[in-house]
């Protein structure tokens, strides 16, 4: 098992940075694909980031260049870095574990999931 909460989510205008944290507790957390999705209103969930636990990343083509994904196994902590931060980027952020090998990008693909943090940009 695998228990994660998300926090740092909020409102910004447009233009700004938010930093999203995901602490997980239950599991070897240095073991396991830690990765960010997000849902916004009317939309289906769709996928953010993930970072492995080599520390090798892959993002979306909508975020990249703009979103950095980190973690930090000491504190079993992953962290989702928001830059530029549009409009189109509102949506609800879910911090998720997979237990998988290979990319995982889907969201059958991953095992447990966080409560989603709420991100509003404004314009």
């Known amino acids: 098992q695998v228990q994660l909460v998300e926090s740092g989510g909020g409102l910004v205008q447009a233009g700004g940075s938010l930093r999203l944290s995901c602490a997980a507790s239950?599991?070897?957390?240095?073991?396991?694909?830690m990765g960010w999705f997000r849902q916004a209103p009317g939309k289906e969930r769709e996928f953010v980031a993930a970072?492995?636990?080599?520390?090798?990343?892959s993002y979306a083509d909508s975020v990249k260049d703009r979103f950095t994904i980190s973690r930090d196994n000491a504190v079993t902590t992953v962290y989702l870095q928001m830059n530029n931060l549009s409009p189109e980027d509102t949506a609800i952020y879910y911090c998720?574990?997979?237990?998988?090998?290979?990319?995982?990008?889907?969201?059958?693909?991953?095992?447990?999931w966080g409560q989603g943090t709420q991100v509003t940009v404004s314009s």
């Open positions: 998720a574990a997979s237990m998988r090998y290979g990319w995982p990008r889907l969201i059958k693909e991953y095992d447990y």
């Open positions: 239950g599991r070897t957390f240095s073991t396991i694909i």
């Open positions: 970072i492995k636990r080599d520390y090798s990343k």
